[in-house]
């Protein structure tokens, strides 16, 4: 199937599956870093995902027989892609949530959508947001907003004087939520619409390349001591695995499907996952704001992939 061509029913619905997979497993993640890096560096924890992630998508591209490109071309594009949509995100995650909450980190990944219409449609030129669209951005922000609740977060932030950390780990969150919006327009700008590599191949190239990378650097951000419990491992192999070598899998098939701006919503779930996690494990307690902006989160959803729209409304051009 070429990119962005209509599914049949049976493909629609398994895209969709996926699409909510990546939610859940994405959501969860960032509970999985906030657990090793109780034992381990924040850079020890980017670089065991990457690595673990490339050996899982290694073995997917064997067992599928999976033709990869021939052109030099293409594996430069996915250095790129592999340095500013993993490398740096990675690190710069596992980095913040040395201050900040899992969950806040979950909840700022959120941003993405932004990033990524604004790469979109104002670097790469690769989509036109109409009507439906821009709302549905917006009220998955506001269902965010909603979530974290900021007069609490305010309050808290500057009774326990951690003011400075906190921004600094939220603007690391950020930084990693303005190179997911790179990536995903990057990618449909210079790889995809090309129609020369599958769901499969672009994510195996991806995680490599990426992975190629983090052990080059291995000696600046993942040497260090090591302490590790039955916890910690599960974490990380959930968390490299799973999170990282066959969600991206999954995220490359509802990529091709939906184009950038619509898979990109799938950082609308997370904080809700995020919530949902805290609640489960960590007993805290569940305010009114969560499922208020929960709905507002899903509804973004809904308006940002087309699938509700407002009379008088068209879909979403591309270019």
Same mark, same amino acid.
């Given at each position: 199937?070429?990119?962005?061509?209509? $599914?049949?029913?049976?493909?629609?619905?398994?895209?969709?599956?996926?699409?909510?997979?990546?939610?859940?497993?994405?959501?969860?993640?960032?509970?999985?870093?906030?657990?090793?890096?109780?034992?381990?560096?924040?850079?020890?924890?980017? /670089?065991?995902?990457?690595?673990?992630?490339?050996?899982?998508?290694?073995?997917?591209?064997?067992?599928?027989?999976?033709?990869?490109?021939?052109?030099?071309?293409?594996?430069?594009?996915?250095?790129?892609?592999?340095?500013?949509?993993?490398? &740096?995100?990675?690190?710069?995650?596992?980095?913040?949530?040395?201050? %900040?909450?899992?969950g806040l980190a979950s909840i700022y990944n959120?941003?993405?959508?932004?990033?990524? +219409?604004?790469?979109?449609?104002?670097?790469?030129?690769?989509?036109?947001?109409?009507?439906?669209?821009?709302?549905?951005? %917006?009220?998955?922000?506001?269902?965010?907003?909603? &979530?974290?609740?900021? /007069?609490?977060?305010?309050?808290?932030?500057? $009774?326990?004087?951690?003011?400075?950390?906190?921004?600094?780990?939220?603007? +690391?969150?950020?930084?990693?939520?303005?190179?997911?919006?790179?990536?995903?327009?990057?990618?449909?700008?210079?790889?995809?619409?090309?129609?020369?590599?599958?769901?499969?191949?672009?994510?195996?190239?991806?995680?490599?390349?990426?992975?190629?990378?983090?052990?080059?650097?291995?000696?600046?951000?993942?040497?260090?001591?090591?302490?590790?419990?039955?916890?910690?491992?599960?974490?990380?192999?959930?968390?490299? &695995?799973?999170?990282?070598?066959?969600?991206?899998? /999954?995220?490359?098939?509802?990529? @091709?499907? /939906?184009?950038?701006?619509?898979?990109?919503? %799938?950082?609308?779930?997370?904080?809700?996952?995020?919530?949902? @996690?805290?609640?489960?494990? @960590?007993?805290?307690?569940?305010?009114?704001?969560?499922?208020?902006?929960?709905?507002?989160?899903?509804?973004?959803?809904?308006?940002?992939?087309?699938?509700?729209?407002?009379?008088?409304?068209?879909?979403?051009?591309?270019?």
């Amino acid at each position: 199937m070429t990119p962005f061509q209509p $599914a049949a029913p049976r493909r629609r619905l398994a895209v969709t599956v996926q699409f909510a997979a990546l939610g859940i497993v994405w959501g969860s993640s960032f509970l999985f870093m906030k657990v090793a890096l109780g034992g381990i560096s924040f850079g020890q924890v980017a /670089w065991t995902r990457l690595v673990l992630g490339g050996l899982t998508l290694a073995v997917i591209v064997l067992v599928t027989r999976t033709r990869l490109p021939r052109r030099p071309s293409v594996y430069l594009h996915f250095l790129v892609i592999g340095v500013v949509g993993c490398v &740096i995100p990675f690190l710069l995650f596992a980095w913040a949530e040395q201050y %900040v909450s899992s969950g806040l980190a979950s909840i700022y990944n959120a941003v993405t959508p932004i990033t990524t +219409a604004l790469m979109a449609t104002l670097v790469f030129r690769v989509e036109r947001l109409n009507r439906d669209r821009v709302l549905g951005v %917006v009220a998955g922000i506001l269902g965010v907003v909603v &979530i974290i609740g900021p /007069w609490s977060f305010v309050a808290n932030d500057a $009774a326990h004087g951690s003011l400075f950390t906190e921004l600094a780990g939220q603007l +690391a969150c950020l930084g990693s939520a303005v190179c997911y919006g790179f990536t995903f327009s990057y990618l449909r700008r210079f790889v995809t619409s090309k129609g020369t590599v599958g769901g499969i191949g672009a994510a195996f190239l991806q995680i490599a390349s990426g992975a190629v990378v983090m052990l080059l650097i291995t000696p600046f951000v993942a040497l260090g001591p090591i302490e590790l419990n039955l916890p910690i491992v599960l974490c990380l192999l959930t968390l490299g &695995i799973v999170g990282t070598g066959v969600a991206y899998f /999954w995220n490359m098939n509802v990529f @091709l499907a /939906w184009g950038p701006t619509a898979t990109s919503t %799938v950082t609308y779930v997370t904080p809700v996952v995020g919530v949902a @996690l805290g609640i489960l494990l @960590l007993g805290e307690h569940l305010s009114w704001n969560a499922p208020v902006g929960a709905l507002l989160v899903f509804l973004g959803i809904l308006l940002a992939q087309g699938r509700l729209r407002l009379p008088g409304s068209s879909a979403a051009a591309k270019v």
